[in-house]
């Protein structure tokens, strides 16, 4: 067994030791919200947005994006679940912009090993096992934050399945400070119709 997975369990047990009346939350998110915000795990949405267990929906994926997944993941949480308002949090210092799809693809093309980055740009220490796959996916990689909020804004409220009622916010998670800015440009955008 290795040290992480020894760890986890440890924690899983030391939580569930103490869960309690955790047991009776009810399935929709109390405080009727989702947020999509970054995997990244500089993160604690719990923490960053005042959530304790139940209260809101958080939809993780790299970058925050509006994925097809991300909106699936969205549309069941209002649909099914009733959340009534959407946050589109990404950040500062993210590793998104770091590459494009062409660079990823290539990685993934030499090898499957996890890559290195030197600080201007990435590389494989080890040159076997890769797959031509990463060619068939788009990764989402930006350049730009704050256009990456308003693109992924929009994407959700062009979307035909999203109701034009919810109000869709879009706000970058400074992990120099913890403090979320909002873009108006995205919420502007994601304003209800």
């Known amino acids: ?3 992480i997975l020894t760890e986890v369990l440890e924690a899983n047990r030391k939580y569930a030791a103490g869960f309690g009346a955790k047991k009776d939350l009810a399935l929709p998110p109390a405080r009727k919200f989702a947020v999509l915000t970054c995997m990244d795990a500089r993160l604690d949405p719990a923490k960053f947005a005042g959530l304790a267990e139940g209260d809101a929906h958080v939809i993780r994926n790299a970058g925050g994006r509006s994925s097809d997944d991300a909106i699936r993941s969205l549309l069941i949480s209002h649909k099914l679940l009733g959340t009534q308002e959407w946050f589109v949090i990404h950040h500062t210092n993210c590793g998104m912009t770091l590459f494009n799809n062409d660079i990823i693809s290539d990685l993934l ?5 996890s890559a290195s980055f030197d600080g201007t740009k990435w590389f494989n220490p080890s040159k076997e096992g890769g797959s031509a796959e990463g060619a068939y996916l788009n990764f989402l990689a930006f350049s730009n934050l704050e256009k990456s909020v308003v693109d992924d804004v929009r994407r959700l409220r062009r979307h035909p399945l999203v109701p034009r009622n919810i109000p869709i916010y879009g706000y970058v998670y400074d992990v120099g400070s913890g403090l979320l800015a909002e873009v ?3 919420t502007k955008s994601g304003r209800p119709a």
């Open 1 to 3: 067994m290795s040290q």
């Open 109 to 113: 093309d030499e090898s499957l090993e």
């Open 184 to 186: 108006p440009d995205a």
